[in-house]
């Protein structure tokens, strides 16, 4: 299945998928419509850390499994991206500081990453970071300038004509059958006021701290299965401890916790293509990548629009791999 140019693809969702998405299809020349009830930035999209990592991503992240030069190519399509809408990425790297070092810098060796020991902490320039709320505010723009009509409402069934694609993040159940093989993740995250300059990025186990020009961001919780965004005082209790320990420096500085809702496939990897629903597309279940994977999704569906090949990864990312699995739905 194709897209004419003339005809109007409807975006469900106005987070880093569908913003990229819109931006892409717009540049295609079609005529793209984006709706999403939320405010500006109320979603996982606002709230995340920003990190663009593949190599931490994939050597601290216990689900991960061969997904390194999935997340490369990713983080690869990011400068282009952020040249375009005119926004700078932070590529003064991360590192890893606690009880795994050894471990954690024998893993980054394997993956043939330029890395390197200092002290006690583990150092690799090549995972980078964006602003969230910043990349967001530039998106929207260079989407609008490209063409895309940005509308306030929800999408609740099929447009009646042209096509459809979900970028509901962990929301749009009912929209197509796959949706409901997607788990909601919570996350906690703090934003801390203030405070000494903390230096690049600095990954501990379970926790990271972000620096951040009104201070520093904390994440993030991971909590399978939860799908409320209320703050619970005990989560954040638990990161402030984590990032204490990880840099005392920011102990006592004042924190404002935010949530968000992640949503992920079984194999953790999105769902990016051809819905068993005629005229939709899907891309969804970016889980904790979602900033990072965004410029390749959007490269896929804008392929998949277009009738051409949408590249190396897509039988990673299609739908149908889950083919023989219960929806739910
Ligand atoms: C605490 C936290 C920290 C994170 N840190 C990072 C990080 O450092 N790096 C990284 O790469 N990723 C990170 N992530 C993950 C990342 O935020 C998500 O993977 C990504 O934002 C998901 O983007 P999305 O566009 O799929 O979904 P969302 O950002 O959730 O957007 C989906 C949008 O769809 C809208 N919507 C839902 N239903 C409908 C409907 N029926 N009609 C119209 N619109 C609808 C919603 O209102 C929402 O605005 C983090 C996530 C969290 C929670």
Same mark, same amino acid.
């Given at each position: 299945?194709?897209?004419?140019?003339?005809?109007?693809?409807?975006?469900?969702? /106005? %987070?880093?998928? %569908?913003? +990229?998405?819109?931006?892409?299809?717009?540049?295609? @020349?079609?005529?793209?419509?984006?709706?999403?009830?939320?405010?500006?930035?109320?979603?996982?999209?606002?709230?995340?850390?920003? $990190?663009?990592?593949?190599?931490?991503?994939?050597?601290?992240?216990?689900? /991960?499994?061969?997904?390194?030069?999935?997340?490369?190519? /990713?983080?690869?399509? *990011?400068?282009?991206?952020?040249?375009?809408?005119?926004?700078?990425?932070?590529?003064?790297?991360?590192?890893?500081? @606690?009880?795994?070092?050894?471990?954690?810098?024998?893993?980054?060796?394997?993956?043939?990453?330029?890395?390197?020991?200092?002290?006690?902490?583990?150092?690799?320039?090549?995972? *980078?970071?964006?602003?969230?709320?910043?990349? $967001?505010? &530039?998106?929207?723009?260079?989407?609008?300038?490209?063409?895309?009509?940005?509308?306030?409402?929800?999408?609740?069934?099929?447009?009646?004509?042209?096509?459809?694609?979900?970028? !509901?993040?962990?929301?749009?159940?009912?929209?197509?059958?796959?949706?409901?093989?997607?788990?909601?993740?919570?996350?906690?995250?703090?934003?801390?006021?203030?405070?000494?300059?903390?230096?690049?990025?600095?990954?501990?186990?379970?926790?990271?701290? +972000?620096?951040?020009?009104?201070?520093?961001?904390?994440?993030?919780?991971?909590?399978?299965?939860?799908?409320?965004?209320?703050?619970? &005082?005990?989560?954040?209790?638990?990161?402030?401890?984590?990032?204490?320990?990880?840099?005392?420096?920011?102990?006592?500085?004042?924190?404002?916790?935010?949530?968000?809702?992640?949503?992920? !496939?079984?194999?953790?990897?999105?769902?990016?293509? *051809?819905?068993?629903?005629?005229?939709?597309?899907?891309?969804?279940?970016?889980?904790?990548? %979602? *900033?990072?994977?965004?410029?390749?999704?959007?490269?896929?569906? /804008?392929?998949?629009?277009?009738?051409?090949?949408?590249?190396?990864?897509? &039988?990673?990312?299609?739908?149908?791999?889950?083919?023989?699995?219960?929806?739910?739905?």
């Amino acid at each position: 299945m194709t897209s004419k140019s003339s005809e109007q693809v409807t975006v469900a969702g /106005a %987070g880093a998928f %569908g913003l +990229c998405i819109a931006l892409a299809l717009a540049r295609r @020349g079609l005529s793209v419509v984006v709706r999403d009830p939320a405010s500006f930035g109320d979603n996982a999209s606002g709230v995340a850390a920003g $990190m663009l990592a593949p190599v931490f991503e994939t050597a601290l992240d216990p689900a /991960a499994t061969d997904t390194f030069g999935l997340l490369m190519a /990713a983080r690869d399509l *990011w400068p282009a991206l952020a040249d375009s809408i005119g926004i700078d990425l932070d590529r003064s790297g991360a590192a890893y500081y @606690g009880a795994h070092i050894g471990k954690v810098a024998a893993r980054l060796r394997a993956l043939g990453v330029s890395s390197g020991i200092y002290g006690d902490r583990v150092y690799t320039r090549e995972d *980078w970071r964006l602003s969230p709320g910043v990349a $967001m505010a &530039a998106l929207r723009v260079a989407a609008v300038q490209a063409g895309v009509t940005l509308a306030t409402s929800e999408v609740n069934s099929l447009p009646d004509s042209g096509l459809l694609i979900l970028a !509901t993040g962990a929301e749009g159940a009912g929209l197509a059958p796959e949706l409901g093989l997607l788990t909601p993740i919570k996350g906690h995250i703090l934003r801390l006021e203030g405070g000494p300059d903390i230096g690049p990025v600095m990954r501990g186990d379970g926790v990271y701290v +972000c620096p951040d020009p009104a201070g520093a961001v904390v994440g993030a919780t991971m909590e399978h299965g939860v799908a409320d965004r209320m703050v619970d &005082a005990a989560r954040v209790a638990g990161l402030r401890l984590a990032a204490e320990a990880l840099l005392p420096e920011l102990a006592d500085l004042k924190a404002t916790a935010f949530t968000g809702v992640r949503a992920a !496939t079984p194999d953790g990897l999105p769902m990016v293509g *051809w819905s068993r629903r005629p005229g939709v597309l899907l891309a969804v279940g970016a889980r904790r990548n %979602g *900033w990072l994977l965004a410029p390749l999704v959007a490269r896929a569906v /804008a392929a998949y629009v277009a009738g051409e090949d949408p590249g190396p990864y897509a &039988a990673r990312l299609d739908p149908r791999r889950f083919d023989n699995k219960e929806t739910g739905a």
